[in-house]
């Protein structure tokens, strides 16, 4: 009976340790937190322009920009993250990823307040997500990095940018 107990440990150690999430991330920051996504998922960083407001999208759908000749939608993730809404400056980035859509990848832009750093994160330093009560609350949650005492949040951007916004942005076109 021992010798179960400790090879089901060992096996929940070896999936934790395993689970592909180690790797380099960009990490950014939302007030006074800090946040990471997986480098391959990113396109582009580009600062703060002009964006056009789509009518009709949810508060947290800021609009669109056109980059090169591409009409990219942009996310507000103050707002789809339930925060406050903080005035623009010179730090303020929009960080374009690619994401799965239903008929192939598409590109979408999220509004941060500031770019930090790239950081390679080991996947024994990746815990899973926090129980926050109902797995909705952190089903965008990859994981929680520790990095040099700090704790960075690991966004899934396929499900930040879930049906539900996809659904918004292809009845709006």
Do not use: W
């Not at 996947?123 to 990095?147: C, H, Q, R, V, Y």
């Amino acid at each position: 009976m021992e010798g179960k107990g400790m090879a089901a440990e060992q096996t929940a150690v070896t999936d934790s340790t395993e689970s592909g999430l180690g790797g380099k991330y960009l990490t950014f920051s939302l007030g006074s937190e800090e946040y990471g996504v997986e480098i391959m998922k990113i396109r582009e960083i580009i600062g703060i322009m002009e964006i056009t407001a789509v009518p009709h999208t949810p508060e947290y759908i800021k609009g669109v920009i056109n980059l090169r000749g591409r009409v990219i939608p942009i996310l507000e993730l103050r707002l789809r993250f339930n925060m406050a809404v903080k005035e623009y400056d010179d730090r303020t980035c929009i960080i374009v990823v690619e994401v799965n859509g239903p008929s192939g990848p598409i590109m979408i832009g999220m509004l941060v307040d500031s770019v930090s750093e790239v950081v390679n994160i080991d996947s024994a330093e990746i815990e899973p997500p926090p129980e926050f009560g109902t797995p909705t609350e952190s089903e965008n949650i990859l994981g929680m990095g520790k990095i040099k005492g700090n704790v960075k949040i690991l966004l899934d951007v396929d499900k930040i940018v879930g049906a539900g916004v996809l659904e918004h942005l292809e009845a709006s076109a």
